[in-house]
């Protein structure tokens, strides 16, 4: 059941962003440098299973997985009930000695994934391990050792079969942190905004991205900073960046149905605060992304953002679309007249080109670019990620929006300096160029999409505000007002 050196873990997972759990524990491995042998990684079902040197290495990977709820020592596992004892009759006498011996209390629990089981049945089930050399008292409550029998029912609720696809046998471990989502959730984050990435996603980035103690992580559209949050939690000192003043001062509309206006208390740095965290907190800048002003060398371990996508944020650089004046010998003149930068669209194409060119210049070697990359689903081709001759694809996760959309979790990681001379250059095809057009494409909407574009722009009581119309095939956003309802 064991190899020599290495021990059998069964991590049970939780049933959402599937794509992103292998992904999420190569981060956390490669992080703590575990050394790890994949045993089964299924594709749907809800656990893998794997073997790890030690306990000690199976603790590190739950100190920062989000994605697994707990892991355990697996002691057997099987198709049918037969299978599953005669696997834990076949164990090794050193894995299960230590943690049944007098002086150590214990546990046996019964758990079913899809299917609700009877007392009768779960007591049945416990008594048919009583095979085991249990030597010490039952503690129900606080158990030294406590074993989880675990049956597996598949995951569709209209499909349960009568008995269990697979039944395992763990010695309980440790838990993941799945209690983070509840503690960052953004329902009493004291600032948020329409964009703001939910806790959970911001800590699996931060992962991707092996965020580490005294790292310094960049967010270049850091809107609400709720990616900073999740990065700082992780130990990293943050700062960030976005073109909108009113966003980073907190002075947009509020998002909360509840909340009619702003609160003085509101800020980035706030929400730092709320979490303990304001020691981490370097700064924000008002800056467009279009034009950085930072020196070029390496000082940023990671940078992690969820770029605009031009769907419910504006993608917008500093520019004008006005030709600059020339006099008759062909020279631009300079004019003493005060200059307001205009805004003028910023197009997915260059806000990629950017980002990916500020990451070759601005990692250190090894450092990670972890970003969103909206595509249309049917139009995705993997020649679509941005890509750069210093950065190498490490992960590709896709999370499925509407039926026509995604976006994708796209993971970099720097290879090497850019070479003199080298000019850093991403190459972004036109069809992620298109994203937003697609979307909002009515022959592609689906009704949740419609039913969005309806909660983006509400009508206002008095019969005015905006709205959206669909004409010849495309939506249209419209001010609304008595006359146009
Ligand atoms: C998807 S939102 C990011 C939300 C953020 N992760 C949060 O938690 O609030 C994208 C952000 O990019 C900003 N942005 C758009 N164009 C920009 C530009 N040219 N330079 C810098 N930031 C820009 C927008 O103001 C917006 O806040």
């Known amino acids: 059941m064991c190899s020599q050196t290495f021990r059998r873990y069964l991590l049970w997972c939780a049933n959402e962003h599937i ?25 749907e079902d809800p656990y893998v299973i794997l073997e790890m040197q030690s306990e000690d290495d199976a603790r590190k990977l739950m100190s920062r997985s989000m994605l697994v709820r707990s892991c355990y020592e697996l002691w057997g596992q099987g198709d049918t009930e037969a299978e599953l004892h005669s696997n834990i009759k076949s164990l090794p006498e050193n894995l299960t000695k230590p943690h049944l011996v007098h002086e150590k209390t214990f546990m046996v629990r019964v758990e079913s994934f899809n299917k609700t089981l009877r007392l009768s049945e779960k007591l049945k089930k416990i008594e048919s391990l ?21 049956e597996y029912y598949g995951l569709h609720p209209n499909l349960i079969p009568e008995a269990p696809y697979r039944i395992f046998l763990g010695r309980w471990v ?53 990616i900073l949050v999740s990065a700082a939690h992780c130990g990293a000192y943050v700062w960030g960046w976005d073109i909108d ?39 924000v800048v008002v800056m467009d992304n279009a034009r950085p002003f930072w020196r070029g060398i390496p000082y940023v371990d990671a940078i992690i953002t969820d770029p605009p996508y031009g769907i419910r944020e504006s993608t917008e650089r500093v520019g004008t679309l006005r030709e600059p004046k020339s006099n008759e010998e062909g020279t631009i003149q300079q004019t003493s007249a ?7 669209t910023y197009s997915l194409s260059d806000v990629f080109r950017d980002l990916i060119n500020f990451a070759a210049t601005h990692l250190v070697i090894g450092g990670r670019l972890v970003f969103w990359l909206p595509v249309i689903r049917e139009d995705y081709h ?49 069809l992620t160029a298109k994203f937003r057009e697609k979307f909002f494409q009515a022959s592609l909407m689906t009704k949740e999409e419609r039913a969005f ?26 001010k609304m007002d008595a006359a146009t309802m």
Request: with cysteine; net charge positive.
């Open 19 to 43: 794509e992103f759990r292998i992904p999420e524990l190569m981060s956390i491995a490669q992080m703590f440098n575990i050394p790890i042998k994949w045993i089964d990684k299924p594709k």
């Open 245 to 283: 003043y009113l966003t980073l001062h907190a002075r947009t509309k509020p998002t909360r149905h509840s909340q009619k206006q702003r609160t003085a208390g509101e800020s980035i740095s706030s929400n730092l605060k709320q979490y303990g965290l304001e020691h981490r907190y370097m700064d």
């Open 130 to 150: 009583s095979y085991l050399p249990f030597k010490g008292s039952v503690n129900l409550k606080n158990a030294d050792t406590c074993l989880h029998l675990i």
């Open 338 to 344: 005060p200059h307001f930068p205009s805004k003028i």
């Open 382 to 430: 993997e020649s679509l990620i941005p890509s750069h001759p210093c950065l190498e694809l490490l992960f590709n996760s896709e999370q499925v929006l509407t039926v026509h959309s995604s976006r994708r979790l796209i993971t970099l990681y720097k290879t090497r300096h850019p070479q003199k001379g080298e000019t850093a250059i991403a190459q972004v095809t036109d």
């Open 174 to 226: 440790v838990e993941g942190q799945r209690e983070l989502i509840d503690k960052y959730s953004l329902k009493r984050r004291t600032y948020i905004g329409s964009t703001s990435m939910d806790a959970q996603l911001s800590f699996i980035m931060a992962n991707y991205a092996k965020v580490q103690p005294g790292e310094v992580v960049v967010d270049p559209f850091v809107g609400t900073g709720s």
């Open 453 to 478: 574009m309806k909660s983006r722009f509400p009508r206002d009581k008095r019969g005015q505000g905006l709205g959206y119309r669909l004409t010849e095939g495309k939506v249209k956003v419209i």
